[in-house]
């Protein structure tokens, strides 16, 4: 299974846009790269995902490098809400196709 | 996006009891149902894999006796947490997911303590 690397913590500026980082060097042609975030206490929230073109909704952006071995989701005007611990996440595309999720990166939003 | 509900979201046991907790998808046919469990502080681990009809795949190191999972129906899964022991108590998680799209969604959790 490709596995990601994230710092384990960030801080950003409310209003700010928030860039959170992942390494995911042993990813396949045929894996996918999704974002999760999961706010205290709760279940983990889909943000996005993306095979290798940048991809954009209604939450965030997710830049991927032209070689794949890295990625960046971009919150573009992070709010307090957005407090939260981010996973990025390879997708393994086996039968079971399960979600492995790493660290994550703890994001501060502060005033 | 699509509702995964899961209940309780918080339950207390006695040592040595059972507990069940409910996944359940709302508006979509969940063909694959996964359960997590997490630990204060840290990451989700994945415990097994269910899909409807079958017999669920464990991860290694996990008990299927003791926790059975069942995933008789495409909407509800049942995880239970069999003889309970306080090194159960943890944060319990289902996502589901169908053929028809690509994202897993999660339940709200379920907050287990065992006394």
């Known amino acids: 299974d490709a596995k990601t690397t994230q710092p384990p913590s960030m801080d950003c500026a409310e209003g700010r846009a928030a860039n959170l980082p992942c390494n995911h060097s042993t990813i396949s042609g045929n894996e996918y790269v999704y974002w999760y975030r999961q706010i205290h206490s709760q279940g983990p929230q889909y943000i996005i995902h993306?095979?290798?073109n940048n991809e954009t909704n209604e939450m965030a952006s997710l830049i991927i490098t032209e070689d794949r071995k890295s990625s960046t989701l971009i919150l573009p005007h992070a709010t307090l809400r957005d407090t939260a611990v981010y996973y990025c996440?390879?997708?393994?595309?086996?039968?079971?196709?399960?979600?492995?999720f790493g660290t994550g990166t703890r994001l501060q939003v502060f005033p | 996006g699509a509702v995964v509900s899961q209940h309780p979201s918080r339950v207390i046991c006695k040592s040595g009891t059972s507990v069940k907790i409910e996944c359940r998808s709302l508006d979509f046919q969940a063909t694959t149902m996964f359960w997590y469990r997490q630990f204060p502080k840290k990451s989700l681990m994945l415990m097994a894999t269910s899909n409807e009809g079958s017999k669920a795949t464990y991860e290694q190191g996990v008990e299927k006796d003791k926790f059975l999972i069942n995933h008789a129906s495409l909407t509800l899964s049942t995880l239970t947490v069999t003889s309970a022991h306080p090194e159960d108590s943890s944060f319990y998680i289902c996502?589901?997911?169908?053929?028809?799209?690509?994202?897993?969604?999660f339940g709200q959790g379920t907050r287990l303590t065992v006394v």
């Open positions: 996502s589901a997911r169908s053929n028809a799209n690509t994202e897993a969604f």
């Open positions: 996440i390879v997708r393994v595309l086996y039968n079971t196709d399960k979600l492995i």
């Open positions: 993306g095979l290798k």
